[in-house]
């Protein structure tokens, strides 16, 4: 089954307005029942982990999925406020059958979203999906014949807090270098890394001064975190010699992007390039790989070419990176915005905590700023500009579409590239164009941005 006959899930699970379908306070109610009917089909007695992100509606959320679970038999635990891959951990090292996580990662704190684990720690594949969604439909179809319990469960804050130490004090074993000296600033986007990251980084000795960590469940997101990584990037710069490094995260941790001690922004791409050479300096970089996916810039790819290690690329979404990691067999993968999976170790999905000890491990073990790791990665110019859409029509059935990103990849005859997707959690095209000078690339997205806003835009 492919992800386009799905219609609750994305690529990054179930995501909308918190309060609207499919997240009222009936829908979100009716979804915990269709996995735990889900659950019930291969094991008795299953037991979940639920967690969730700052927001305002994350907890009645939690609460009406925990309900909707425990009124089909399963057994629930939660573990409060922690982040994405945190679930994703303790799902797996705890054997629980599955991990549930409230959040809407980097959307603004009106959106909310389910992302489902199974007991192994990863995202449920899309045909997994297709079937519980249809199960939910079923649901929705008749609520009347599935009435709530008479006692509802306890609410899901503070949760378990041993459930989050576990996963902290698993992230510190994690690391094999002395971080004591560098000096860090850490932008926590107000989100659930406010629940983990301070007392994370006082284990592994760092020295972090910590932003945006004073979450007021309407503030998540808000001009800073991952989709504002020029807000830590300023504060490095504008506090010359305070700091080695900046760090931020999304809403739900799952990524991290950096800030080197100048102020300039290292995304994926550059997180990808430095942990590439130094896993493969240390032999764990198997068959010389890193998957990488549509949008990565191709100056990554003309640098890992040089330090010897071939480029993948799987379809935007970090699932689809470890899906393709998996059939490759490769032990490094990620994305530009953030998410990288490292598979050299117990990881199962992308983790912005990890991600940030592994940048900072390498720059401990090297003596080498991260600037320094990264300074041969010529980036080509690039734009990534949204449209937003009435609906997602493949865009090979709209011929003005399809002429106008044609025509664009005959203009750059091979010295660029041009990739037009739809995003998997919101109702936007999103249209990357690559080419050896700005005016170019300019010029081609804004011609295939005017194609789909005139053909399909609201």
Known sequence: MTSQTRQLFGT??????????????????????ALGHD???????????????????????ADRITIGLISCGVEVHSAGTITTPGVAYLARSRKYAAGIVISASHNPWTDNGIKVFS?????????????????????????????????????????EAGLRRAYIEWLATNVNADLSGLRVLVDCAHGAATAE???????????????????DGKNINENCGALHPETVARAVAGRKAEFDLGVTFDGDADRALFSDADGRVVNGDGVLLLAARDMK?????????????????????????NSGVRMLRANVGDKYVLEEMLKSGATLGGEQSGHVIFRDGES????????????????????????????????????????RVREKIPFAQVPEIQRAIEAAERELDGNGRVVVRYSGTEALARVM?????????????????????RTLGI
């Open 281 to 305: 300096a240390r032999d764990v970089l198997a068959g010389s790989i890193v998957v990488a996916t549509t949008m990565s810039n191709m100056g990554l790819e003309i640098a890992l070419r």
């Open 433 to 453: 164009v690559e080419a050896e000078s700005e005016e170019k690339m300019r010029a081609l997205a804004s011609g295939i941005v005017s194609t789909i806003q």
């Open 348 to 387: 199962t999905t992308g983790d912005g905590l990890l991600t940030a000890l592994r940048v900072m491990e390498i720059m401990a073990r090297t003596g080498k700023s991260v600037a320094e790791l990264v300074n041969d990665l010529k980036v080509f110019p690039q734009t990534i500009q949204n449209v």
């Open 39 to 61: 659950l019930m089909r291969s094991n008795p007695k299953p037991r979940v982990v639920i967690g969730q992100d700052t927001r305002e509606s994350s907890s009645w959320i």
């Open 197 to 215: 990251a301070p007392e994370l980084f006082r284990d592994c000795g760092l020295q972090a001064t910590f932003l945006s960590a004073s979450p």
């Open 119 to 159: 007991g192994d720690g990863y995202k449920l594949p899309d045909s997994h999906e297709l079937a519980i969604e249809q199960e939910i439909f079923a649901l929705l179809q008749n609520p009347r014949a599935h009435s709530e319990p008479s006692t509802a469960p306890a609410p899901s804050l503070p949760g």
């Open 12 to 33: 990054d699970g179930i995501r909308g307005v918190a309060g609207e379908f499919p997240l009222t306070a009936e829908s979100t109610y009716l979804i915990g029942r």
